[in-house]
């Protein structure tokens, strides 16, 4: 199936670079990595191989709350459940194989696990608040590193290395510090940082771009009150979102401006190339102002977290930033392709996706009615998404992209 999968995709590139002049490629019209020219529209030919979970269904398939899914090299998949501590192994047809941690303190036990990475031989590296845990192949549990929030812990959606170490951007103490009014002790920018698998304490890898705040609408993201009251601010609409993913020679994609530019970042944090295209932002319209405010009075936040009670400040106090980033999502596939999902036309809604490679190639552009970046990817051609089904229990469903195919030929 790897060799039949592979050569339907080999086939598909090599018809999409001879059907038009215009395919944009290293250097074409410019540096080095800099892709001009029209999109090339692709099809994924995709076919479903399973969907999970259940209400009424067995145990392993009654999830509580899906925090993350990987796959290793022989395609099977692995769900980490937040709510029952554990992470659900099922193989290449979805049935399933075992089960790996469970609540508590003790070895091979998780706690309110928050990222998964599976290493390709099948063994895992799981992030919490609290700790750093090791898995090998068979779930056997083998190091635990604990983690501070003094020296910083690993957010979520964390991602890996190919050595296990976690890259993740990081929650601090300081951070807290900030969201009580405090002074902000970080340094200024977005640091992304590693935790070796030997320790758990963060070393600063890259720090990435911040739009800049104008000091006379400057806000902390947050603060409490001695009534126990967390008042959330408003915020900053359309402001650029950090994205990164990691390729398999341990270079970091990195996405953190306005303008589409996906940059390449060594493990020495060096910056040692970059894929653009000359698409430019849109300019923040008051109807663009208007469907914000009335997406922030949709959204729904917790009234209760413990003995507090979050509030969130009034649309009134919203802000705007004067330009929609091109880029509203990126990953890597498995094949170290990258996905760069670009901003809609509206400013909101999801665009078309562009196939791209960390040398500057470009394989094609998928439609906005086309197959979206997944929770996670996997060989030969597999694609996880973690959705909810029509009464809101929380499944993955497994497809696989068999072909891109040149859209018209």
Known sequence: MRIKALSLITSALAATAACSDATPGPGTGGRPGTLEGPDIMLAAVTEDVYTVGAYMGEDWESFGSIADVAFDEAGNAHILDRQEDRIVVLGTDGTFVRFVGGSGEGPGELQSPSSLHVCRDGGYVVGSVRRIDVFGSDGKHLRRMPVSPFTGVPFLRSKAFPDGSLVSTVLRADTARWRQGLPQLDPPGRPIEIFPIEHGTPEVLYTAWEL????????????????????????????????????????????????YRVKL??????????????????????????????????????????????????????????????????????????????????????????????????????????????????????????????????TVRVIRMASLQPVGM
């Open 212 to 259: 800049p705040d104008p000091e006379d609408e400057r806000r902390s993201p947050g603060r409490s009150s001695a009534d126990g009251v967390s008042r959330l601010s408003a915020g900053r609409a359309f402001e650029p979102r950090l994205y990164f993913d990691v390729i398999s020679d341990g270079r970091l994609a990195v996405v953190d401006s306005i303008g």
């Open 265 to 394: 970042v060594a493990r020495d944090g060096s910056v040692v190339g970059a894929v653009e295209r000359p698409i430019a932002p849109l300019t923040v319209t008051e109807a663009m102002k208007e469907a914000a405010r009335d997406r922030y009075r949709a959204r729904e936040v917790p009234s209760n977290v413990g003995i507090f009670r979050i509030e969130r400040e009034s649309v009134d106090e919203l802000r705007f930033a004067d330009e929609v980033p091109v880029i509203a999502n990126m990953a890597v596939d498995w094949e170290d392709r990258i996905w760069v999902e670009r901003t809609g036309a509206d400013g909101s809604e999801p665009g078309p996706i562009d196939i791209v490679t960390p040398e500057g190639g470009y394989v094609g552009t998928l439609p906005v009615d086309g197959v979206r970046i997944p929770s996670a990817f996997g060989p030969n051609g597999l694609m996880a998404y973690i959705e909810a089904d029509e009464v809101g229990i929380p």
